[in-house]
């Protein structure tokens, strides 16, 4: 029931233009404002939960304290409708247009190649630009932190990263940044690492021609605004929805009076804590109070005990603040504030940091608080006001278990948190560790302080508080009490880990899992506080010389090797060069082939004029979809009770099984499941409505009853118990294995790879529009694979109907499986006779799909003492999921694949695909390359390690060195594997730098460095002739304008760019004349997927051969008038009736397997690099520093160094997402945790590497390929796996120096956790362990 009949006139400015919303929906937030309301789609979707940046916009405020104007990014996501009375929001479309005016950062970031399937780019440029309104020339650091909340699952962020740097002040025109020679500075004779001056280019785009930028060209501050802030009106707003009203009072008063009225409403600040639980968790709160304009909330006192900062104060604000506060006062007496401010840079990203409050941080009480463990320790108190009056609480451990006794009223508010001045002899210090180490949530986080007698290492008051070890913040008082009076010694640290471990328990089947780990931070981050102490002590009196107390422990001895677990891995602006060969010097100025030349759509996605899927507009009867799906891991449907959501207005259809007219899928795989489901995430129905907010309500009241059904099976151990398996084993042979053991040492090792989701930035989406006057359908998808889902929909309908599938801009898909969701909109056409448009939630997305497969493998190696790997004996067996769906070519793609490099004389490989009850896994970039690779990797650091020798010299002795046959007796060429591999020892100096970081590993006992180099062969192109085919239609106008339309989906990965550069080349004009028509059935049928690293070269070769007839059928014309015009000639030839419309067509590689032989010629080509990186790990916390990688790629003649370059570093982060952070969680009943950014994380612009090289193999060439290039989509991917062999390299270090076993379970990701719990010490040791037979653990390993 709304609570007032009457609501207020919502005022507000977009793009400088007024908005007046009379009716305004206070559920509704700013994203579905832009993109429904005001038809802004540049402003995208991508998870709904302020996790990925894709929705930032800048709001603009004025800020009643300082009067000044604020500018600030936040995520439209998460910011309700209502906020913002009064505010100016700027969105990519106010900042610039193509059609207008490019903004500098729209420009900078499409040329210098930012952008690839464009779905973050709006986002990105919007925090580029909000930091740019405030810091004109930023510093670099300021910049990382303006990225650091926006995902992009595509460029690997390097040249995102590079266009902000063009206007930074440190800035470097030089990419090679001053770290030897500069390209551009060789001299005639010299020569670069990779070739001579002239063949070499370093520069992928011409900062020279970017406009300057201008920030007197800005939008101003609506003058409007102005007035209504100076003159702010003191009178409640009242917002009215249908089920939720929004009241905003003017004054204090106002808001005391509200709460006491309304005591269970919350305020709502900056929503990040309400926003995320109303969305996921079905939170529902019919009144919300809105502090926004009460000034009294935003004051910050200065007193000379302390700091009083207003409740209502941002998190971004209270950084400035603290910093602030810093530089004036004295060190002593900011300690709480600089262990603040050191995790507020971390906390979240930028956006977030913005828009959520210290009130509603404190008031929030999460675990994982990263704010609330600092200030319990640091004392501070919370000022708490009701229409009663106001009183102070502690914020203490009492508060933050929300104890009655210590709590808020219903009725009080919070208005501000006084932190008190440190003071000499007391020391406060902050811990978290986290997936990766920024905007990330902490597994755990501590505060810590200390107050020591004066003068003296005699503890006077000690508290240590930690989040993520419990349901809230913890104290460990008991703890602090025994400690008191004890002296700051070794002795008092042993037995205090002791009382810690004691107090602060926590159960083997504690939520979030990661029990031990856990376990070992509480006593690592108690260990790290030590020494911090010691230090700031010794520094502080020289107090165990000067003052007679000596420190008796072994600590202070060795104190310069325990000195490098004091630091914290800085942040560092990733930099690096970027090499190709450059043009041919005659090749004519025109002809664009082996130029970097910008992605076609990049200003399209810089501006947000890209039209991505669900930017399509509403077509007229549009109706929205939301699915409902299995909650069962495997159980029979007894019965579905639609009646309740049909009950809801707005609700048309609900759509099962029985209503589909055509075929429901396969038998094995159906699209709406039937009697039984058989995972967690099956669809089960779906249902139709006016609105999507209608039809996901409906969802949630359909009622499903099941009988649970035996067996459930999750795990790959579990399968091979059952027998489950989906398809037929695949194996190769080579030699004769079993003899060859008989002669050589043996190892025998598991290794464990877990899945990985797809994490695309544009989640599974699609618009079927149905014609009744034809039963035709369109079909706007985004997929990789038009003709697949065209012949997947034709199953599901009336046969012989008729569907023509558009492409639309499509976020980078990864090879993904996106038929299913097509198919039952494209039924659901049908049906209903009404257009349908179903745009799955992030949740959704991960919950259905599955992703990459989960690996478990198992090798046997034979090997001599020098290191030579006689035999190898391989099984993998991958986790297929429920259904079939692409595990069979899965599981011989990654036989075929998994010798890498190496010529082995006795092989055997074998690989099963479980049958489980999760998902169906499904292809992913790399196609099992990346995970069965990395056993056969894993295999031969095995052997080093038992030969006692570097695990380089293992991989060189075992390479191919001349022309031989692979496993299954393809003939090939090694030449550019052994190039590659020497250029990459060569160019990142390898050995002298593997001798620095042994030297680095003697000295420093909790930080080691890792180096490792790795090689890789990958083959290119599907096992099948038939897949090597394609088409491409080619019309020129009479204008001379060329329209080129292929058979290849444009994902990002500069497909269409690279065919209109073949265009360019073969018709012999500029690249401005020719245009791409989007890809569609209609023109060109019967498309393959583009996938397997060859759609490239085989429409490139298809428009090849159309532009080709083209140009023969106009010959006799440029003949007769060779000093005509391109438009003379196509004028002529239209008045000569010559068809200027051409059909070309690739007949591609002939490619076949024979698995009954295991024999074949099943890959056209290889493509051949290497990869070196160095990591730094530590070793108290499992976190581990990208300090540097090295690719060289084998590309031939690149068509476009740029894309190809961009795809090399895109993958590479992918993969080396895959090997160290993204990690998927499962329950023991088969539920997918980890559904959100917040739970998964893909690697964020911090997370790449500090120094960044990737070149291309010069002088390299093939006959095959269309001008010698080659195709270079996926490969980059098992790269990423030279950072998780690093991380290896400095773990078996750490495991040496410490006497442990170096052969540890290798297994991926390498989290933190593993890297901490393989890192084993005094503090592992004393941690707990509990018997795995008494506990139900929170989560299972599914690999
Ligand atoms: C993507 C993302 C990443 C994050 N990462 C981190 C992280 O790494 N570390 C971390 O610690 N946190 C993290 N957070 C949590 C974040 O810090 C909190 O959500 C935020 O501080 C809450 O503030 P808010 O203003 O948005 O609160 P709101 O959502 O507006 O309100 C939250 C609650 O506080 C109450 N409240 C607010 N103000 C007052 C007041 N003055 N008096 C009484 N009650 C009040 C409200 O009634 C409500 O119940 C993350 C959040 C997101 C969305
Ligand atoms: S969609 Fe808003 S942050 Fe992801
Ligand atoms: S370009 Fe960033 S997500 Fe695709």
């Known amino acids: 029931m709304p609570y007032a009949s009457r ?127 405030n810091h004109p020339q930023p510093s670099e650091e300021q910049l990382m932190e303006a990225l650091g909340g926006n995902l992009c699952r595509c460029t690997g962020y390097r040249p995102i990263c590079e266009s ?22 060789w001299g005639e004779h010299d020569s670069s690492p990779l070739g001579k001056k002239n063949e070499i280019c370093t520069k992928l785009f011409a900062k ?42 003017g004054t204090l008063k106002d808001l005391l009076e509200l709460k006491a ?276 002590l010794k520094k502080l009196v020289k107090l165990f010389s000067a003052s007679g107390c000596s420190c008796d422990g072994r600590y202070s001895e060795i104190s310069e090797g325990f000195l490098s677990a004091l630091e914290d891995f800085p942040v560092a602006i990733p930099q690096g060069v970027q090499t190709y060969q450059s043009v041919d010097p005659h090749q004519p100025l025109q002809d664009p082939v082996g130029r970097p030349i910008m992605h076609l759509s990049g200003l399209k996605h810089a501006t947000g004029e890209a039209i991505f899927c669900d930017d399509i507009p509403m077509v007229d009867k549009e109706l929205f979809m939301a699915l409902v799906t299995s909650n069962r891991a495997h159980a029979k449907i007894i019965s579905i009770d639609v009646s309740k959501a049909l009950e809801i207005p707005g609700v048309v259809d609900v759509i099962t099984a029985e209503d589909i007219p ?65 398809c037929p084993k695949k194996k190769l042979e080579q030699g004769n294995i079993e003899e060859a053991f008989e002669k050589v040492d043996q190892i025998i090792e598991e290794v464990h790879v877990g899945g990985q989701e797809h994490f695309y930035m544009e989640t599974q989406r699609v618009l079927v529009i149905p014609k009744t006057e034809d039963k035709e359908l369109d079909i706007y998808v985004s997929t990789q694979d038009l003709a697949h889902v065209q012949v997947s929909v034709l199953c599901f309908k009336h046969p012989h109907q008729q569907d023509h599938l558009s492409c639309k801009t499509s976020g980078w898909r990864f090879w993904r499986e996106d038929r299913k969701a097509s198919c039952i909109r494209g039924d659901c056409g049908c ?134 046959k692979t496993i299954y007796n393809q003939a090939f060429n090694p030449e550019t594997l052994i190039r590659c591999w020497n250029e990459c020892l060569d160019k990142s100096s390898f050995h002298s730098r593997r001798m620095q970081a042994e030297e680095f590993n003697k000295k420093n006992y909790w930080k080691k460095k890792g180096i490792a180099i790795i090689p890789m062969k990958f083959s290119v192109g599907f096992a099948a002739t038939s897949y090597h085919q394609a088409a491409a239609l080619v019309h020129i106008y009479t204008d001379g304008s060329v329209l080129v339309t292929h058979g290849g989906s444009e994902l990002g990965q500069g497909i269409h760019t690279k065919m209109l550069q073949v265009a360019s080349r073969e018709l012999k004009i500029p690249m401005s004349y020719i245009h791409i028509c989007e890809t569609g059935t209609a023109t060109v049928p019967n498309t393959i997927a583009t996938a397997a690293s060859i759609g ?59 698995w009954e032989k295991g024999v074949g010629d099943p890959f056209p080509y290889y493509v051949y690099g290497a990869a070196c990186s160095e990591v730094e790990i530590d070793c108290l916390t499992g976190a581990h520093k990208k300090i540097r990688t090295d690719i060289i790629m084998d590309a031939c003649c690149s068509l476009n160094p740029a894309i190809d370059i961009g795809q090399i570093e895109g993958s590479f982060i992918q993969g080396m997402g895959l090997y160290t952070t993204e990690e998927l969680q499962y329950s023991p009943e088969g539920v997918l945790y980890s559904r959100s950014p917040d739970e998964y994380k893909i690697p964020i612009i911090t997370d790449v590497p500090e120094e960044f090289n990737v070149s291309l193999l010069p002088s390299s060439h093939t006959p095959l390929t269309i001008y010698s290039s080659k195709g270079l989509g996926e490969s980059g991917m098992f790269l990423g796996s030279s950072v998780f062999f690093a991380i290896a390299d400095a773990v078996a270090t750490v495991r040496r120096e410490r006497g442990i076993a170096e052969d540890f379970t290798v297994q991926s990701p390498a989290t933190p956790e593993w890297v901490r719990m393989a890192c084993a010490d005094r503090f592992t040791d004393m941690i707990p362990r509990d018997d795995p037979k008494t506990f139900k653990p929170w989560s299972i390993p599914i690999a």
């Open 7 to 133: 609501s207020d006139e919502l005022v507000f400015f977009v793009n400088g233009r007024k908005v007046i919303e009379r009716n305004v929906d206070p559920e509704g937030t700013l994203l579905t404002f832009l993109r429904k309301n005001l038809r802004l789609t540049g402003t995208k979707y991508a998870c709904g939960r302020g996790g990925c940046g894709a929705c930032t916009v800048m709001v603009s405020k004025h800020d009643s304290v300082s009067k000044k104007i604020r500018h600030f990014s936040v995520a439209a996501c998460l910011m309700p409708i209502c906020s913002l009375y009064g505010a100016a929001v700027t969105t990519v479309e106010g900042v610039g247009s193509i059609k207008t005016r490019l903004h500098p950062v729209q420009e900078r970031i499409a040329k210098s190649h930012g952008t690839q399937c464009g779905f973050c780019t709006p986002g990105m440029v919007m925090s580029m630009y909000t930091l740019l309104r």
């Open 164 to 185: 902000g740097r063009t206007f930074c002040l440190e800035a470097n025109s030089c990419q090679q940044k001053g770290k030897g020679k500069c390209c551009l500075d």
């Open 208 to 249: 020279e021609e970017f406009q300057p930028l201008d920030p007197t060209q800005e939008l101003i501050f609506p003058p409007e605004l102005l007035r209504m802030a100076e003159n702010p009106e003191k009178q409640t707003l009242t917002f009215c929805g249908e089920r939720v009203t929004w009241i905003s009072p």
């Open 261 to 536: 009225k309304h005591p269970e409403a919350p305020l709502i600040l900056g929503n990040t804590s309400l926003g995320p639980g109303m969305k996921s968790q079905g939170h529902f709160h019919p009144v919300l109070l809105s502090p926004a304009r009460i000034s009294e909330l935003s004051m910050v006192t200065k007193t000379s005990d302390g700091l009083t900062i207003g409740a209502g104060c941002s998190l971004a604000q209270m950084q400035a603040i603290l910093a602030e506060r810093i530089s004036e006062l004295p060190e002593e007496k900011t300690q709480t504030y600089r262990a603040l401010l050191k995790h507020l840079r971390i906390l979240a990203g930028q956006q977030i940091r913005n828009m959520a409050s210290l009130g509603g941080h404190v008031m929030s009480r999460h675990c994982y608080s990263d704010l609330n463990p600092i200030l319990a320790v640091g004392n501070s108190t919370l000022n708490l006001i009701s229409a009663e009056g106001t009183r102070q609480i502690p914020l203490n451990e009492h508060f933050l278990a929300g104890l009655a006794s210590a709590d808020v009223e219903p009725e009080e508010i919070l208005e501000s948190v006084h932190i008190p001045h440190s003071q000499k002899w007391e020391f406060v210090s902050a811990f978290r560790q986290a997936q990766c180490q920024q905007n990330a949530l902490p597994h755990v986080n501590a505060g810590m302080r200390v107050l020591f007698k004066g003068g003296t290492d005699s503890i006077e008051d000690l508290h240590i508080a930690y989040g993520g070890v419990g349901t809230a913040t913890i104290s460990a008082h008991r703890f602090c009490q025994q400690l008191l009076g004890r002296r700051w010694n070794e002795l008092m640290l042993d037995e205090a880990c002791k009382l810690l471990l004691d107090e602060v328990s926590l159960p083997g089947s504690a939520r979030g899992g990661r029990v031990e780990f856990k376990r070992t931070l509480v006593v690592s981050f108690l260990f790290k506080f030590y020494l911090e102490v010691l230090q700031e």
């Open 662 to 726: 055509g075929t429901n899928g396969t038998e094995g795989d159906k699209l709406l499941a039937v009697d039984e489901v058989i995972c967690v995430g099956q669809i089960i129905c779906a249902v139709v409505a006016e609105t999507d907010v209608q039809a996901k309500r409906a969802t949630e009241k359909i009622k499903i009853t099941y009988e649970d059904l035996e067996p459930v099976i999750f795990t790959i151990k579990d399968a091979i118990k059952h027998n489950s398996f989906l």
């Open 831 to 964: 049906g209903t006779g009404h257009p349908i448009r179903l745009v799955l939630d992030r949740e959704d997305d991960m919950l259905i799909t599955g992703g990459r497969h989960p690996l478990f493998g198992k090798y046997k190696v034979g090997f001599m003492n020098n290191g030579r790997i006689k035999a190898l004996d391989i099984e993998c067996f991958i986790n297929g999921g429920c259904t079939l769906d692409d595990s069979e070519l899965v599981t011989e793609f990654l036989i075929l694949k998994l010798e890498n490099a190496y010529k082995i004389h006795h092989l055997r490989f074998q690989g099963r695909a479980c049958m489980t009850n999760l998902p169906s896994n499904t292809a992913f970039r790399g196609f099992g390359f990346p995970q069965g690779a990395l056993v056969t990797e894993s295999c031969i650091t095995a052997v080093a390690a038992k030969c006692g020798l570097p695990p380089e010299k293992i991989r060189e002795k075992n390479m191919y060195k001349t022309v031989d």
């Open 1096 to 1154: 490239a070269d085989v429409n490139g070769r298809a428009v090849q051969n159309a532009c080709q007839i083209l140009l023969k059928r106009l010959e006799p014309i440029i003949k007769k008038h060779p000093e005509g015009t391109w438009e003379d000639w196509i004028e002529a030839a239209f008045e000569q009736r010559i068809s200027l419309s051409a059909t070309g067509y690739f007949r591609g590689y002939k490619a076949f397997m024979d």
